[in-house]
C-alpha cells in the first residue's frame, strides 16, 4: 500500500494538501486557511490479514478502529457498513456539535451535508487527490473543508446504484 500527497487550491482557504497513507490507514489534511483533520486506522489486535479492506483508501470502515480529530478535537465517525446500496456507504461525522455527512450519489461522486444541508459534491479515487465542488451560494467555513477533505480522501467517493450491485452480484453467483 502505497503513500500519496496532493495539494488543491481552495478559494479563500488557500492551499489544502492532502496526505493519504493507506498502509498505516493515516489521512492528514492540513493548509493555512483550515484546522489540521487527522484520520487515523488503529490495527491494534487486528490480526495482518484481516487489517484492510480494498475498497477503503483507509483501510476499514469499522467506527471502533478509526479516530478523527480536527484542529486537535476529538470527532465522533460513524461509517456505515458499505454494502447494496449507495446510502450504505454514507459517513457521518460529528464536530464540535455538528453533523457531517459524506453519501454517494453518483458512480464517483459525494454529497458533503452539514446538519442536512447540502454543502458540496466531492470526488475521490484513494490517490489523495480529492476535489470539491462547493454548492451555490455556500461560503464553506474551515471546519467544513477540513472535515470534506479528509472524508472524502479516507473513504472515496461514489458508489454504484442498488440494481447495478444486485446485477453485479448475481452475475458473480453464475457457474460461467
Known amino acids: 500500500m502505497s503513500s500519496a500527497h ?47 479492506d480494498e475498497v477503503t483508501p483507509v483501510g ?13 478535537t476529538a470527532a465522533v465517525l460513524a461509517p456505515a457498513p458499505g454494502r447494496l446500496s449507495r446510502r450504505s456507504y454514507r459517513v457521518d461525522a460529528t464536530v464540535g456539535g455538528v453533523i457531517y455527512r459524506l453519501v454517494p450519489h453518483t458512480l464517483a461522486e459525494s454529497r458533503l451535508l452539514r446538519d442536512s444541508t447540502r454543502l458540496a459534491v466531492f470526488q475521490a479515487d484513494g490517490d489523495a487527490q480529492v476535489l470539491a465542488e462547493w454548492s451555490e451560494g455556500v461560503e464553506p467555513g474551515p471546519v467544513d473543508i477540513s472535515v470534506g477533505y479528509a472524508l472524502a480522501a479516507a473513504f472515496g467517493t461514489g458508489a454504484q446504484h442498488f440494481l447495478a450491485a444486485v446485477v453485479e452480484v448475481g452475475a458473480e453467483a453464475l457457474p460461467w
Not at 488557500?14 to 498502509?23: C, E, H, N
Not at 483533520?37 to 484492510?52: K, M, Q, S
Open 6 to 52: 496532493h495539494v488543491t487550491e481552495e478559494g479563500r482557504s488557500g492551499p489544502v494538501s492532502v496526505t493519504l497513507d493507506a498502509g498505516r490507514g493515516r489521512v492528514e489534511v492540513s493548509g493555512p486557511g483550515v484546522p489540521d483533520a487527522v484520520l487515523l486506522r488503529n490495527d491494534d489486535g487486528v490480526p495482518e490479514d484481516r487489517r484492510t
Open 60 to 72: 476499514t470502515r469499522s467506527a471502533s478502529r478509526l479516530s478523527l480529530t480536527v484542529g486537535g
